[in-house]
T-cell receptor
Framework: TQLLEQSPQFLSIQEGENLTVYCNSS?????LQWYRQEPGEGPVLLVT?????EVKKLKRLTFQFGDARKDSSLHITAAQPGDTGLYLC???????????FGQGTELSVKP | ETGVTQTPRHLVMGMTNKKSLKCEQH?????MYWYKQSAKKPLELMFV???????ENNSVPSRFSPECPNSSHLFLHLHTLQPEDSALYLC?????????????FGEGSRLTVL
């Protein structure tokens, strides 16, 4: 069974701080997606990474896919209150297109 | 606005009630999904429909009954639920069910079973 473990589960920081969220597995994934879910909303896709070692930047967010395609990280620079939400990673397998989700990291950025 | 609309947003029901959740997508996608989201747990895939045919059922109890009358609409019929079924139920759609492309989620239906 493929599993994705996210850490930390909860993170509360002050505005302006930097943070990193990790998504780890013992399994290889064909792709890795990151979603953000704001309170009262459904998850929204932030990025998809597909190549081992790939780095993608989205404004203050930097996403990295591990060389072996088993892990990923999300780094936020100078966090803002608008970054508050639940961050979910999801790995794509090679068997029928199923996405495996991590349990999420709940981020709170205080002004 | 993600193009996926779910109703109702909130539902409270007793264990003997029968209710339904509705999902509609306006994106022209061929695949639709039901997920269960519980606190501190990964999103749990319940059902997948591709071109109106069910392609996956992850051992979901029979008290949950899905219906997909066409590629734009998806229902989840609920009957004789248990308190542990209380959760956020998310509907999603994607271009197709064969590849792990982007999922477009609705805002969810928050279900409370008393």
């Amino acid at each position: 069974t493929q599993l994705l473990e996210q850490s930390p589960q909860f993170l509360s920081i002050q505005e302006g701080e930097n943070l990193t969220v990790y998504c780890n597995s013992s399994s290889v994934f064909s792709s890795l997606q990151w979603y953000r879910q704001e309170p009262g909303e459904g998850p929204v896709l932030l990025v998809t990474v597909v190549t081992g070692g790939e780095v993608k930047k989205l404004k203050r967010l930097t996403f990295q896919f591990g060389d072996a395609r088993k892990d990923s990280s999300l780094h936020i620079t100078a966090a803002q209150p608008g970054d508050t939400g639940l961050y979910l990673c999801a790995g794509g397998d090679n068997q029928g297109g199923k996405l495996i989700f991590g349990q999420g990291t709940e981020l709170s950025v205080k002004p | 606005e993600t193009g996926v609309t779910q109703t109702p947003r909130h539902l409270v029901m007793g264990m003997t009630n029968k209710k339904s959740l509705k999902c509609e997508q306006h994106l022209g996608h061929n695949a639709m999904y039901w997920y269960k989201q519980s606190a501190k747990k990964p999103l749990e895939l319940m059902f997948v429909y591709s071109l109106e045919e069910r392609v996956e059922n992850n051992s979901v109890p029979s008290r949950f009954s899905p219906e997909c009358p066409n590629s734009s609409h998806l229902f989840l019929h609920l009957h004789t639920l248990q308190p542990e079924d209380s959760a956020l139920y998310l509907c999603a759609s994607s271009q197709d069910a064969l590849n792990t492309g982007e999922l477009f989620f609705g805002e969810g239906s928050r279900l409370t079973v008393l």
